[in-house]
């Protein structure tokens, strides 16, 4: 149970709880307290010594990240010895120092600019130009990030996080003291373990680790930052979006993306975040025309309210509230549903029974976990930061093997004992195969007593599962088998799932087979362009939604000036269509036996495809070598 107990600092009394650190209760407490080194997230090293404080006792200089908060303690952040000590160290910390604000990417939001101003001595001992080097340059060899040794404060808070939230690590410090540097553990870095998760460039105080891709844009105070849940897999990482006037050029444009302090972040938004600027459908487009929303939803609305039937296929990147008006809609109008979900998901599912979700929070309840299926951490890759303890996996390592699993054969893992979580990851699990792995797990969840966890790619995937159960939707072979007999007079798609699991060339032949191919899409190529009928859907900070993640119920916003809405756009629709009705389902059911798998850190989906950082880190990535297909 948390104890509060009382302290004392600068005069004032603060009621705290024991034993926190005792620069996150001054922090808390709104006190101005220098720090480096400290990052709630990280374990504590007490390297930097700015966090230095008074502790009027004992007559001592204490440092406070590494002081646990006891009852009645009497601090002082202002004596004398403490401002000596910041000036001192801020001065030291400068020697080398470019002082290159004007073209460092951190200028605005750096830590040590921040301290110099308020705590520092105005000036530098031993100057250095911003093109002499005191400490020699190290080429990361990276596109991606890059390594200014002369701005390092040698904080260790980059090699902290790479080891010990993501796991990956790719960064050493080489050499000691005064030379003292940051490199990867492999070069080019780009083809090693690093998981270019960013997170380094996050906690970075200073500027001395930065993201290419960002340099020399845009200055930081001239971005506007909201916080909205990341949709590009199912864990729901809350992020940062950074956008604005940047290089003048757009208010539209997002610049880049960041983690909040819980540092939950991956590539695929780090990087990724160019997906949301380039080629985008902003606007409906009727027969080759732009056309209001409003207009749109009145024609589509005739096609559904005619003769012939319609199906609709639902996309796991699709929001809980438009999921919910899409059921009403096809109630309405007496659709057939399908999700590519029904080749993997739903057939697993008909054999394991009703599942009952896990999330990210539960995961410190396991001190085992039997991994089983494609790559997690390539599929979900936060989730992967969470598992802490002993790993056994059955399926392809890749970069699971940052975890350090056993690898085990299905049947060897009979042998497992006490209790433990089971991860199954449901990519490339089709059919009748997912049937019998759903019976295997049952099974196995039965006899061992172990809790099972399962993970899809759409990000979205337990909010289908929420809002559909399996009597409403028609499995996918069946659905697009049904098209392709000519069947259906109204398809209307949401999304590239489609794309994911079975390719385009199938899909694309399907425009023959209908009168109208209705294509929702965030973007102006690939799907759209089959069809001349484009309504457009919206990404992660452009549209207000629920997501069921594995973070749990996470809110998507939207502060991107889009000027448009698919919830606004469905609403209309089903305002137009007659009450009543009931979602017709196709009783042969049919599962593709084999579908595309594409399992990969930078290119897990037909959204993060869109993106240019993550397909050139692809490419370059061919050449890591992690442990496959074992
Ligand atoms: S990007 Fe992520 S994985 Fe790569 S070095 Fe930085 S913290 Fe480590
Ligand atoms: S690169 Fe940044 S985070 Fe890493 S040690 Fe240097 S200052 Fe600290
Ligand atoms: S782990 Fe998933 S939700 Fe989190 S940042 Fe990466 S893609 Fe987004
Ligand atoms: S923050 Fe306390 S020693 Fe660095």
């Known amino acids: 149970m948390t104890s509060i107990v009382t302290i004392t600092v600068d005069g004032k009394t603060l009621e705290v709880e024991k034993g926190k650190p005792l ?97 520092g001595p105005q000036k530098q001992i031993v100057p250095v130009s911003a093109l002499e080097k005191e400490r020699h340059e190290l080429d990361w060899e990276s596109d991606f990030l890059e390594y200014y040794s002369n701005r390092c404060v040698v904080c260790y808070r980059c090699t902290r996080a790479c080891d010990d939230v993501v796991g990956a690590r790719a960064l050493y410090v080489e050499e000691r003291g005064f030379h003292s540097n940051i490199v990867p553990a492999q070069r080019p870095m780009d083809t090693s373990t690093c998981e270019m998760c960013g997170i380094c460039v996050y906690v970075c105080p200073v500027g001395a680790i930065i993201s290419k891709p960002f340099k020399y844009w845009t200055r930081s105070w001239l971005l506007k930052r909201h916080l909205t849940a990341c949709s590009l897999c199912p864990v729901g990482c809350e992020v940062q979006i950074e956008y604005g006037v940047g290089d003048w050029r757009s208010e539209e444009k997002v610049y880049r993306t960041k983690p909040t302090d819980s540092l939950d972040i991956c590539a695929k938004a780090f990087f990724g975040y160019d997906l949301l600027n380039d080629s985008r459908l902003r606007k409906p487009q009727l027969f080759g025309k732009e056309e209001t929303f409003g207009n749109t939803a009145q024609i589509l609305a005739t096609y559904l309210k005619g003769e012939g039937t319609t199906a609709i296929v639902i996309s796991g990147y699709l929001s809980n509230e438009n999921l919910a008006l899409l059921k009403e809609i096809a109630q309405r109008s007496s659709a057939l549903v399908s999700t590519t979900l029904t080749a993997n998901l739903y057939p697993f599912l008909k054999t394991y029974g009703e599942y009952k979700p896990i999330g990210i929070e539960d995961l410190k309840n396991y001190s085992q976990f039997l991994l089983v299926g494609e790559d997690l951490t390539s599929t979900a890759p936060v989730l992967s930061y969470y598992i802490k303890g002993k790993v056994f996996k059955v399926g392809n390592v890749e970069r699971d093997a940052k975890l350090n699993p056993e690898v085990i054969s299905w049947e060897a893992t009979q042998k497992l004992d006490g209790r433990g979580l089971l991860v199954f990851n449901l990519e490339g699990v089709f059919g009748e195969s997912a049937k019998e792995w759903g019976a295997k797990v049952r099974k196995f969840k039965e006899e061992k007593g172990w809790d099972v966890m399962l993970v899809c790619k759409e990000a979205n995937f337990l909010g289908v599962l929420e809002n559909f159960s399996w009597e409403e939707l028609t499995p996918i072979e069946s659905l697009i088998r049904h098209v392709e007999e000519g069947r259906v ?142």
Not at 29 to 55: E, Q, S, T, W
Not at 68 to 97: C, W
Not at 589 to 607: A, C, D, I, K, T
């Open 23 to 119: 620069l996150q209760a001054l922090l808390d407490a709104g006190i101005d307290v220098p720090y480096f080194c400290y990052h709630p997230r990280l374990i504590i090293i007490g390297a930097c010594r700015m966090c230095i404080v008074y502790n009027e006792k004992t007559g001592r200089l204490i440092t406070s990240c590494n002081t646990p908060v006891e009852d009645g303690m009497v601090i002082s952040t202002k004596h004398p010895a403490v401002v000596e000590n910041q000036k001192y160290l801020l001065q030291a910390f400068m020697t080398r120092h470019p002082l290159d604000c004007p073209i460092c990417d951190k200028a605005g939001e750096c830590d040590l600019q921040d301290y110099g101003a308020l705590f």
């Open 489 to 630: 007079r109204n398809l209307l798609i949401f999304g590239e799932d489609l794309f994911d699991l079975y390719g385009s060339e199938r899909i694309s032949k399907l425009r023959e087979k209908v009168e109208h191919f209705v294509v929702f899409s965030p973007f102006l190529d690939g799907l759209s362009s089959l069809s001349y009928f484009r309504v457009p859907m919206f990404l992660m900070g452009e549209e207000e939604g629920t997501y069921s993640t594995l973070m749990g119920k996470r809110k998507t916003k939207g502060f991107l000036p889009r000027g448009g809405s698919l919830q606004e756009f469905l609403k209309s629709l089903l305002d137009s269509l007659p009450k009543g009705g009931s979602i017709s389902r196709l009783s042969e059911e049919l599962f593709p036996q084999e579908g595309l798998v594409e399992v990969h850190l930078y290119r897990s989906n037909w959204l993060t495809r869109r993106s240019a950082n993550l397909s050139k880190l692809y490419e370059k990535n061919s050449l890591y070598e992690g442990v496959k297909n074992v």
